[in-house]
């Protein structure tokens, strides 16, 4: 039975549950055992909605144990196997999962999928090894440029393809039905604030955030019918962080200790349960301090709204000397 978690502990105080109260939810990335996309299944499951799709790619015998749990405790749920990076892969799950919520598509997209790095030094060749010859330094020093990159473009790929053929797939859905959809897109702190060593997931995580801007732009007249927000989070304990929690150097400069998946969960449902003229369209961060007066390892979490300004100055080079060109 891969299936640890406490379930109880993801149900929450019902002033948090209407975000996701009646819902029709999909969340991608929810098979791992202990990840954040479970999280956000049970949060979901555990406080209302009234679908739960629970979508993973190869991690499937999580994923069924999770459906299995969900179904125990009377939740809707059911599995959605697809790579989302294979287009053709992810369409074909469409008519499966409207069936599967009785004839309607989602009204809440989870965009929760993604990958992380082993760690590289981006932008600098390996160490020389002492008595190693040219030859083989040449060979080692190429096979780690490609082994690096190789999994940089799997980062890229689950995160941008993935939540882009997720949002244009079931935005087109919820026009076509004339149903209302509420996307959300799981980032990272490290998208506004990089660490060393993983600079495909940093940029994948920067480039979700432009998600639901240029999804408004493009909707035209259609905009009134989805909204969308990017959520980023600091360390969470999951199976991909398990091994840096004992070490602070890596997450104490974000927070005194890694969220617990759980807490995660709670710190979301908060936001989704505040109406759309309040996170529509924006970027919500994740702040975890030290609660005052409480118990060592206690901790606060509040959210930011994170305003990226653009700010355009002329280029004293360019206009002291500019081109001019004539009519042809």
Same mark, same amino acid.
């Given at each position: 039975?891969?299936?640890?978690?406490?379930i109880?502990?993801f149900k929450?105080?019902?002033a948090?549950a209407?975000?996701?109260?009646?819902?029709?939810v999909?969340?991608?990335g929810a098979g791992?055992?202990?990840?954040?996309g479970q999280?956000?299944?049970l949060?979901?499951?555990?406080n209302?909605?009234?679908?739960v799709?629970?979508?993973?790619?190869?991690?499937?015998?999580?994923?069924?144990?999770?459906?299995?749990?969900?179904?125990?405790?009377?939740?809707? %749920?059911?599995?959605?196997q $697809?790579? +989302?990076? @294979? /287009? =053709?892969?992810?369409?074909?799950?469409?008519?499966?999962? *409207?069936e599967?919520?009785g004839?309607?598509?989602?009204?809440?997209v989870?965009?929760?999928?993604?990958?992380?790095?082993?760690?590289?030094?981006?932008?600098?060749?390996?160490?020389e090894v002492?008595g190693?010859s040219q030859?083989?330094?040449r %060979?080692?020093?190429r096979q $780690?440029? +490609?082994? @690096? /990159? =190789?999994?940089?473009?799997?980062?890229?790929?689950?995160? *941008?393809?993935?939540?882009?053929?997720m949002?244009?797939?079931?935005?087109?859905?919820?026009?076509?039905?004339?149903e209302?959809?509420?996307?959300?897109?799981?980032?990272s702190?490290?998208?506004i604030d990089?660490g060393a060593?993983?600079?495909?997931?940093a940029?994948?995580?920067?480039? +979700?955030?432009? /998600?639901?801007?240029?999804?408004?732009v493009?909707?035209?007249?259609?905009?009134?019918?989805v909204?969308?927000f990017?959520?980023?989070?600091?360390?969470?304990r999951?199976?991909?962080?398990?091994?840096?929690?004992?070490?602070?150097?890596?997450?104490?400069?974000?927070?005194?200790?890694?969220?617990?998946?759980?807490?995660?969960a709670?710190?979301?449902l908060?936001?989704?349960?505040?109406?759309?003229?309040?996170?529509?369209?924006?970027?919500?961060e994740v702040?975890?301090?030290?609660?005052?007066?409480?118990?060592?390892?206690?901790?606060?979490?509040?959210?930011?709204?994170?305003?990226?300004?653009?700010?355009?100055v002329?280029?004293?080079?360019?206009?002291?000397?500019?081109?001019?060109?004539?009519?042809?």
């Open positions: 039975m891969a299936f640890t978690v406490d109880n502990k929450v105080h019902p948090f209407a975000g996701v109260e009646g819902k029709r999909l969340i991608s791992k055992d202990g990840g954040m999280a956000f299944a949060a979901a499951g555990m209302g909605a009234s679908h799709a629970v979508h993973f790619h190869r991690s499937y015998d999580d994923a069924l144990d999770l459906v299995d749990a969900l179904r125990d405790q009377g939740v809707n %749920a059911f599995p959605v $697809a790579d +989302v990076t @294979n /287009l =053709s892969d992810l369409w074909a799950t469409r008519s499966y999962i *409207i599967h919520m004839g309607l598509p989602p009204n809440l989870i965009c929760n999928s993604g990958l992380t790095e082993g760690g590289y030094s981006f932008g600098r060749s390996l160490r002492e190693e030859a083989k330094r %060979a080692r020093v $780690a440029f +490609v082994d @690096n /990159l =190789s999994e940089s473009r799997s980062v890229l790929d689950t995160k *941008i393809d993935g939540f882009l053929g949002t244009h797939l079931w935005s087109g859905e919820a026009v076509y039905h004339n209302p959809v509420r996307f959300v897109y799981v980032s702190r490290q998208a990089p060593a993983v600079p495909g997931y940029i994948a995580n920067w480039a +979700v955030l432009q /998600l639901p801007s240029v999804l408004h493009n909707l035209g007249k259609s905009a009134s019918l909204s969308a990017s959520v980023l989070y600091p360390f969470v999951t199976g991909m962080t398990e091994e840096l929690a004992e070490n602070p150097k890596v997450y104490g400069r974000w927070q005194p200790r890694m969220l617990e998946t759980y807490e995660a709670e710190a979301f908060q936001a989704l349960a505040r109406p759309d003229d309040e996170v529509n369209n924006s970027m919500l702040m975890v301090d030290p609660a005052e007066g409480k118990e060592d390892g206690s901790v606060k979490v509040t959210w930011n709204r994170v305003e990226l300004q653009v700010n355009e002329a280029a004293p080079w360019s206009t002291e000397n500019p081109l001019t060109y004539g009519a042809p």
